[in-house]
């Protein structure tokens, strides 16, 4: 009897110091993956070799250049930023792999500004089932905001349909009766802007639609047609390659219609390097948008300008560098709102919130329903060689393209958020 009740005794204390153990562990919050007392983790996919390298390669370089500036001025909230850039070639299958080993492996805290439409798309769903924030995608496809179906990803550059509205916008008010042609890579960024155009003015207005695919650099056959149609004003959904491509194509033809281009093939420093200074005059007049600073009195720029200097070897400063510093900065601000013990729920109820408003020239547009950055534009034209913003911004809502004044986000702070 006396030994049952020693047998019973000794059960009940091991019972209740198990049941103490798992209260004290119940108790414990879960680790956030990527986040030390001290660093916080993330990774992207880029395309630092294979076909889409050109360029998009230096966007990683600038976006890890800021986050160096930001570490050596004591991080956001003491803590320093380390970004983990894969190479995936361009290539979704890679893209997969690179992506997995960076959450399982790497266990980041969020995956930023991953680039591409298709090598993107290849693993939305995998983020979405790990809950893993998938931030600032670079591809302006409609598919990243789409709050309801993956709630933690979010976009980054303005769509390819805003941007093509506000395009056909500026040229119908500029050229009411111009011939308008497009001229639109065979994907998804060259049918987003072609439905942009077709909301301005209408499918059966297009004078002339052509294609190219990357895979293949003459274009002539495309231009021919178009300049046997009559072409006044062309739309451009290209990369800057091919930007570069077409206007000296047209030349050879002696052809000099009005160019109109997109954000993602529109930036003059590399157009300029890509025809060479004698052909720096076929750019003249050339007209895009955007929706980040990059006039030259921006203090946004004169900073970028000064981290590309001391931090990214003096590389060559183009639109892709304001890119992905801002992509940066965009991240920082957000980690920084995230709290001093920051989890991958509260980065997204900050980039819900609406308070966040990145460095752009409207401020953000993230909310709880919208996880779109920019729903607005600005129009800027090359005058005697120096491309600058027109006083003249769209927002495009639903089909519908209608004026606003800019109102571009001040740097402050020395261009690193309040934390």
Same mark, same amino acid.
């Given at each position: 009897?006396?030994?049952?009740?020693?047998?019973?005794?000794?059960?009940?204390?091991?019972?209740?110091?198990?049941?103490?153990?798992?209260?004290?562990?119940?108790?414990?919050?879960?680790?956030?993956?990527?986040?030390?007392?001290?660093?916080?983790?993330?990774?992207?996919?880029?395309?630092?070799?294979?076909?889409?390298?050109?360029?998009?390669?230096?966007?990683?370089?600038?976006?890890?250049?800021?986050?160096?500036?930001?570490?050596?001025?004591?991080?956001?909230?003491?803590?320093?930023?380390?970004?983990?850039?894969e190479d995936d070639e361009y290539d979704p299958v890679k893209t997969q792999q690179v992506v997995e080993d960076l959450v399982a492996d790497d266990e980041v805290f969020a995956i930023v500004n991953g680039l591409g439409?298709?090598?993107?798309?290849? #693993?939305?769903?995998?983020?979405?089932?790990?809950?893993?924030?998938?931030?600032?995608?670079?591809?302006?496809?409609?598919?990243?905001?789409?709050?309801?179906?993956?709630?933690?990803?979010?976009?980054?550059?303005?769509?390819?349909?805003?941007?093509?509205?506000?395009?056909?916008?500026?040229?119908?008010?500029?050229?009411?009766?111009?011939?308008?042609?497009?001229?639109?890579?065979?994907?998804?960024?060259?049918?987003?802007?072609?439905?942009?155009?077709?909301?301005?003015?209408?499918?059966?207005?297009?004078?002339?639609?052509?294609?190219?695919?990357?895979?293949?650099?003459?274009?002539?056959?495309?231009?021919?047609?178009?300049?046997?149609?009559?072409?006044?004003?062309?739309?451009?959904?290209?990369?800057?390659?091919?930007?570069?491509?077409?206007?000296?194509?047209?030349?050879?033809?002696?052809?000099?219609?009005?160019?109109?281009?997109?954000?993602?093939?529109?930036?003059?420093?590399?157009?300029?390097?890509?025809?060479?200074?004698?052909?720096?005059?076929?750019?003249?007049?050339?007209?895009?948008?955007?929706?980040?600073?990059?006039?030259?009195?921006?203090?946004?720029?004169?900073?970028?300008?000064?981290?590309?200097?001391?931090?990214?070897?003096?590389?060559?400063?183009?639109?892709?560098?304001?890119?992905?510093?801002?992509?940066?900065?965009?991240?920082?601000?957000?980690?920084?709102?995230?709290?001093?013990?920051?989890?991958?729920?509260?980065?997204?109820?900050?980039?819900?919130?609406?308070?966040?408003?990145?460095?752009?020239? #409207?401020?953000?547009?993230?909310?709880?329903?919208?996880?779109?950055?920019?729903?607005?534009?600005?129009?800027a034209v090359v005058n005697d060689g120096v491309q600058d913003y027109v006083d003249t911004t769209y927002n495009v809502t639903a089909g519908q393209v209608t004026p606003v004044d800019a109102n571009p986000v001040p740097?402050?702070?020395?261009?690193?958020?309040?934390?």
């Amino acid at each position: 009897m006396q030994d049952r009740s020693r047998t019973m005794a000794v059960a009940a204390l091991v019972t209740t110091a198990a049941l103490g153990l798992t209260a004290c562990t119940a108790g414990e919050p879960e680790p956030t993956p990527g986040v030390t007392d001290g660093t916080v983790t993330i990774g992207t996919h880029q395309p630092l070799t294979g076909p889409a390298a050109a360029g998009y390669s230096s966007i990683s370089a600038a976006t890890t250049a800021y986050f160096e500036y930001v570490n050596a001025n004591g991080g956001i909230h003491d803590r320093t930023i380390e970004y983990l850039v894969e190479d995936d070639e361009y290539d979704p299958v890679k893209t997969q792999q690179v992506v997995e080993d960076l959450v399982a492996d790497d266990e980041v805290f969020a995956i930023v500004n991953g680039l591409g439409t298709p090598t993107h798309s290849a #693993v939305l769903d995998y983020l979405d089932e790990e809950g893993v924030p998938d931030l600032f995608v670079s591809s302006g496809s409609r598919t990243w905001n789409q709050p309801e179906v993956y709630p933690n990803t979010f976009g980054f550059n303005a769509e390819y349909v805003t941007e093509g509205a506000a395009l056909a916008q500026y040229a119908v008010e500029q050229q009411p009766d111009a011939a308008v042609c497009v001229l639109a890579q065979n994907d998804d960024y060259g049918e987003g802007l072609l439905e942009g155009v077709e909301t301005v003015i209408g499918g059966n207005e297009i004078v002339e639609i052509q294609y190219y695919t990357t895979g293949d650099e003459d274009i002539s056959g495309q231009l021919g047609l178009m300049q046997a149609a009559d072409c006044e004003v062309n739309i451009l959904a290209t990369i800057n390659g091919f930007t570069a491509l077409a206007l000296g194509t047209a030349a050879q033809l002696e052809w000099f219609p009005q160019w109109y281009v997109s954000s993602s093939g529109g930036d003059y420093p590399t157009l300029r390097e890509y025809l060479g200074e004698e052909n720096a005059p076929l750019l003249e007049g050339l007209v895009t948008v955007n929706y980040l600073p990059f006039s030259p009195d921006s203090e946004w720029v004169e900073l970028f300008g000064q981290i590309n200097d001391e931090y990214n070897d003096g590389a060559p400063f183009t639109a892709n560098t304001v890119f992905g510093m801002s992509v940066g900065y965009m991240f920082a601000e957000a980690l920084a709102a995230a709290g001093e013990e920051p989890t991958r729920a509260s980065l997204i109820e900050a980039l819900e919130s609406g308070q966040l408003v990145g460095n752009g020239i #409207v401020p953000l547009s993230f909310r709880e329903d919208d996880h779109a950055a920019y729903h607005s534009v600005g129009i800027a034209v090359v005058n005697d060689g120096v491309q600058d913003y027109v006083d003249t911004t769209y927002n495009v809502t639903a089909g519908q393209v209608t004026p606003v004044d800019a109102n571009p986000v001040p740097l402050e702070n020395e261009g690193i958020p309040d934390n």
